[in-house]
T-cell receptor, first 114, second 111 residues
Framework: DSGVTQTPKHLITATGQRVTLRCSPR?????VYWYQQSLDQGLQFLIQ???????AKGNILERFSAQQFPDLHSELNLSSLELGDSALYFC?????????????FGDGTRLSIL | DQQVKQNSPSLSVQEGRISILNCDYT??????FLWYKKYPAEGPTFLIS???IKDKNEDGRFTVFLNKSAKHLSLHIVPSQPGDSAVYFC??????????WGAGTKLIIKP
């Protein structure tokens, strides 16, 4: 158990819809990272938050947004969903040392767009 | 443009033998490298890392070797055990910014 909780585990929705993925980091971790993993691909870094502030941004689409709340949980919002957004979305958390610190991953949310 | 490449999608190794997983990178600014392991239906788990100032790092059965001139790193698992069957991801970063991940290699340990 990594200590990182992601909900929901599975999400099925239709094109054009909007969804919110939620992540609770490991106790004491201030950094939260969001990743997208499409079929048989590596993890694509989307965005990092540190203690409520955006720290780094990857190839995150404009239709996607995220935030980290004062209790340190984070949400990833995906809107105007397209078929190509079907993927596994992982959240990870780490201590204050940045992405070189071992990241602790949740078990992911599998998003299926019909 | 794939900056981190794991050219072998899968690898099959006999239990007890050595497993060698390879990773190549193109960005000479990468200065930190990590290996993660992933079981089905779970998130990746950190395994071992190496800074570019070293050429080897060892942790129990796991050793990572870095060849900067060849822009190549490898993960050695000795001896291989059934529980090592998983997907292994190589990841790299430059100046502790975002991690760039390879596509993964599925390791199968045969009894």
């Amino acid at each position: 158990d990594s200590g990182v909780t992601q909900t929901p585990k599975h999400l099925i929705t239709a094109t054009g819809q909007r969804v919110t993925l939620r992540c609770s980091p490991r106790s004491g971790d201030l950094s939260v990272y969001w990743y997208q993993q499409s079929l048989d691909q590596g993890l694509q870094f989307l965005i990092q938050y540190y203690n409520g502030e955006e720290r780094a941004k990857g190839n995150i689409l404009e239709r996607f947004s995220a935030q980290q709340f004062p209790d340190l949980h984070s949400e990833l919002n995906l809107s105007s969903l397209e078929l190509g957004d079907s993927a596994l979305y992982f959240c990870a958390s780490s201590g204050p040392g940045g992405p070189n610190q071992p990241q602790h991953f949740g078990d992911g949310t599998r998003l299926s767009i019909l | 443009d794939q900056q981190v490449k794991q050219n072998s999608p899968s690898l099959s190794v006999q239990e007890g033998r050595i497993s060698i997983l390879n990773c190549d990178y193109t960005n000479s600014m990468f200065d930190y490298f990590l290996w993660y392991k992933k079981y089905p239906a779970e998130g990746p788990t950190f395994l071992i890392s190496i800074s570019s100032i070293k050429d080897k790092n060892e942790d129990g059965r796991f050793t990572v070797f870095l060849n900067k001139s060849a822009k190549h790193l490898s993960l050695h698992i000795v001896p291989s055990q059934p529980g090592d069957s998983a997907v292994y991801f190589c990841a790299a970063s430059a100046s502790n910014y975002q991690l760039i991940w390879g596509a993964g290699t599925k390791l199968i340990i045969k009894p």
